[in-house]
């Protein structure tokens, strides 16, 4: 395609509507027609990366490969398109703003007054259009956190004001917006989504086509009625049920022909309408899946979104196995000697999650210990494989002070240690050991058969890694380091080759599992558990 063809997500009426699944889902859509599509994620808030970010605040932090802390997002955007997302792909209001005082301190501005319109806006166009100028996409898809009417949002609504005006069809707004239903009267409720519409008119865009967010079916004369007010086409107007997976919405939208909408209005030709056929096969393993495999995810935030990449590798990985992922949160806060068997004894595999702090770590300890002396295939992320180190350390090495630097600056058992590139680093933000690194891994091991590959890259987000002094010493009794950096020499995978699946990694599997690719790791241990 000539030129690169812009399509704006924004949201109106509330927050978690879900913008990041519908702009995934025109992205499949055009993706399953031939075009190369990517999506990208602005966010208005002031932070420069969500990488200091409570998750309670925003969620997971998702990873690229190129080492950028992420919006959770662009996790949606890679399991639904199988493609690699770059730091170009989530870009804050904090990044916009520090890159032009950045500039004006260079005195790129040549003594001009430096305003929101049109240095900021500028900015943000500029990085709108530098994925398309860049890689030569056909589509990219940009969605713009947060909803209409925020102050934060301003700039953002201007920049796609301008763009339209000057891309004309090659730029085209979707706005996702909600309707909600009175049970009391029992109805569904246009307004919210007029005022919405209308808070968009007043900044100077016209939406081209609308997604409605319902729990109930829109009847014809719904659809027309928001076509009137709303100012577009009555076959602009799309339906979002809520639906039993999110990996249904692409062909809902299908169904209502979001995507031949989207082209005809783009001045494209339409053609045949894909058939998606692996991704139906996905679904209907999905749907036709019964048995259930039950999960144990071990972790301190009680918060679904803190652990996205792990819960969707999971229920992929048990789709593929056909069995329904039953995932049960436990929090490590309140694990105890006494009380372990009672939580764990159901869990057919076990999930040591990843994280930072001393809070919560010691019932991961009381966790790793029941799991290994029981059998349980075990699965440690990150921090999770930092733990299952440290608990052998102390129960098998009998070394009862071992620890993490990270939480025990003096212990001499520190089987985890800091980095040494990050002894000095004073700067809390995107200063981690981040995105992806080769890892060779030992033919021989458990890990091997899963990958069926010794050449690996994984993405990486950690300051802390194994203590090579110790890994004689580990592998003597039992703990092997089956996956090594070839070149840092650092330790990527641990396991315990004599249990069923034992297995920790330093790296991240779950953010490069995507709907038609599993990970390899996961398919193992979810195949571990069954057979458990
Ligand atoms: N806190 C650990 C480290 O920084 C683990 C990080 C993680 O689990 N992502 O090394």
């Given at each position: 395609?000539?030129?690169?063809?812009?399509?704006?997500?924004?949201?109106?009426?509330?927050?978690?509507?879900?913008?990041?699944?519908?702009?995934?889902?025109?992205?499949?859509?055009?993706?399953?027609?031939?075009?190369?599509?990517?999506?990208?994620?602005?966010?208005?808030?002031?932070?420069i990366d969500p990488g200091t970010l409570n998750p309670y605040e925003h969620g997971e932090c998702y990873v690229t490969?190129?080492?950028?802390?992420?919006?959770?997002?662009?996790?949606?955007?890679?399991?639904?398109?199988?493609?690699?997302?770059?730091?170009?792909?989530?870009?804050?209001?904090?990044?916009?703003?520090?890159?032009?005082?950045?500039?004006?301190?260079?005195?790129?501005?040549?003594?001009?007054?430096?305003?929101?319109?049109?240095?900021?806006?500028?900015?943000?166009?500029?990085?709108?259009?530098?994925?398309?100028?860049?890689?030569?996409?056909?589509?990219?898809?940009?969605?713009?956190?947060?909803?209409?009417?925020?102050?934060?949002?301003?700039?953002?609504?201007?920049?796609?004001?301008?763009?339209?005006?000057?891309?004309?069809?090659?730029?085209?707004?979707?706005?996702?917006?909600?309707?909600?239903?009175?049970?009391?009267?029992?109805?569904?409720?246009?307004?919210?989504?007029?005022?919405?519409?209308?808070?968009?008119?007043?900044?100077?865009?016209?939406?081209?086509?609308?997604?409605?967010?319902?729990?109930?079916?829109?009847?014809?004369?719904?659809?027309?009625?928001?076509?009137?007010?709303?100012?577009?086409?009555?076959?602009?107007?799309?339906?979002?049920?809520?639906?039993?997976?999110?990996?249904?919405?692409?062909?809902?939208?299908?169904?209502?022909?979001?995507?031949?909408?989207?082209?005809?209005?783009?001045?494209?030709?339409?053609?045949?309408?894909?058939?998606?056929?692996?991704?139906?096969?996905?679904?209907?393993?999905?749907?036709?899946?019964?048995?259930?495999?039950?999960?144990?995810?071990?972790?301190?935030?009680?918060?679904?979104?803190?652990?996205?990449?792990?819960?969707?590798?999971?229920?992929?990985?048990?789709?593929?196995?056909?069995?329904?992922?039953?995932?049960?949160?436990?929090?490590?806060?309140?694990?105890?000697?006494?009380?372990?068997?009672?939580?764990?004894?159901?869990?057919?595999?076990?999930?040591?999650?990843?994280?930072?702090?001393?809070?919560?770590?010691?019932?991961?300890?009381?966790?790793?210990?029941?799991?290994?002396?029981?059998?349980?295939?075990?699965?440690?992320?990150?921090?999770?494989?930092?733990?299952?180190?440290?608990?052998?350390?102390?129960?098998?090495?009998?070394?009862?002070?071992?620890?993490?630097?990270?939480?025990?600056?003096?212990?001499?058992?520190?089987?985890?240690?800091?980095?040494?590139?990050?002894?000095?680093?004073?700067?809390?933000?995107?200063?981690?050991?981040?995105?992806?690194?080769?890892?060779?891994?030992?033919?021989?091991?458990?890990?091997?058969?899963?990958?069926?590959?010794?050449?690996?890259?994984?993405?990486?987000?950690?300051?802390?890694?194994?203590?090579?002094?110790?890994?004689?010493?580990?592998?003597?009794?039992?703990?092997?380091?089956?996956?090594?950096?070839?070149?840092?020499?650092?330790?990527?995978?641990?396991?315990i080759p004599t249990l069923k699946w034992f297995i920790g990694t330093q790296f991240h599997p779950e953010y490069s599992?995507?709907?038609?690719?599993?990970?390899?790791?996961?398919?193992?241990?979810?195949?571990?558990?069954?057979?458990?």
């Amino acid at each position: 395609m000539a030129e690169t063809k812009y399509i704006f997500v924004t949201g109106g009426v509330a927050s978690s509507l879900g913008k990041g699944i519908i702009s995934s889902s025109i992205g499949k859509l055009l993706q399953a027609r031939g075009y190369s599509v990517t999506i990208q994620k602005f966010d208005p808030y002031i932070n420069i990366d969500p990488g200091t970010l409570n998750p309670y605040e925003h969620g997971e932090c998702y990873v690229t490969v190129d080492g950028h802390e992420a919006d959770l997002d662009l996790g949606h955007y890679e399991r639904f398109l199988g493609i690699q997302t770059t730091k170009a792909n989530n870009i804050t209001t904090g990044r916009i703003y520090k890159s032009v005082i950045d500039k004006e301190r260079r005195g790129d501005y040549l003594g001009k007054t430096i305003q929101i319109i049109p240095h900021i806006t500028d900015e943000i166009k500029r990085n709108v259009k530098l994925l398309g100028n860049k890689y030569k996409f056909d589509f990219v898809i940009t969605e713009i956190g947060g909803t209409v009417g925020d102050i934060e949002s301003l700039p953002y609504l201007e920049s796609i004001r301008q763009l339209k005006r000057e891309l004309g069809k090659n730029a085209l707004c979707v706005h996702l917006t909600y309707v909600p239903y009175l049970a009391a009267a029992g109805e569904l409720k246009t307004k919210p989504t007029q005022h919405s519409v209308k808070e968009l008119q007043s900044v100077g865009i016209q939406p081209d086509i609308l997604v409605l967010r319902t729990e109930h079916e829109l009847s014809t004369n719904l659809r027309k009625k928001v076509a009137l007010f709303c100012n577009v086409d009555e076959s602009a107007v799309i339906q979002s049920m809520d639906m039993p997976t999110i990996y249904e919405v692409p062909l809902r939208m299908q169904e209502q022909k979001l995507d031949a909408t989207i082209l005809e209005k783009m001045g494209l030709p339409v053609g045949e309408t894909p058939t998606l056929g692996p991704w139906r096969d996905f679904l209907n393993r999905r749907h036709n899946a019964t048995e259930i495999v039950k999960i144990g995810l071990v972790g301190k935030y009680d918060l679904q979104d803190a652990y996205k990449s792990i819960l969707e590798a999971l229920s992929q990985a048990a789709t593929y196995n056909d069995r329904k992922a039953d995932i049960h949160f436990i929090n490590s806060e309140n694990l105890t000697e006494e009380n372990v068997e009672e939580k764990l004894k159901d869990m057919d595999g076990v999930i040591i999650c990843p994280g930072f702090g001393q809070r919560g770590i010691e019932g991961k300890f009381i966790a790793i210990k029941y799991c290994r002396t029981h059998n349980v295939p075990t699965f440690g992320i990150c921090l999770g494989m930092q733990c299952m180190a440290i608990e052998f350390a102390r129960d098998v090495l009998g070394y009862a002070d071992a620890n993490s630097r990270e939480m025990d600056e003096k212990t001499p058992h520190n089987v985890i240690d800091i980095m040494e590139e990050q002894k000095s680093i004073t700067n809390m933000g995107g200063t981690m050991r981040l995105g992806a690194y080769e890892c060779v891994i030992d033919p021989t091991s458990k890990t091997y058969q899963a990958y069926q590959s010794e050449h690996i890259q994984e993405r990486h987000r950690h300051r802390y890694e194994f203590n090579n002094n110790f890994k004689e010493e580990f592998e003597k009794a039992g703990m092997k380091c089956v996956g090594i950096n070839p070149e840092s020499d650092l330790v990527e995978i641990i396991e315990i080759p004599t249990l069923k699946w034992f297995i920790g990694t330093q790296f991240h599997p779950e953010y490069s599992s995507t709907v038609l690719k599993p990970h390899p790791l996961f398919l193992s241990f979810i195949k571990a558990a069954i057979n458990k």
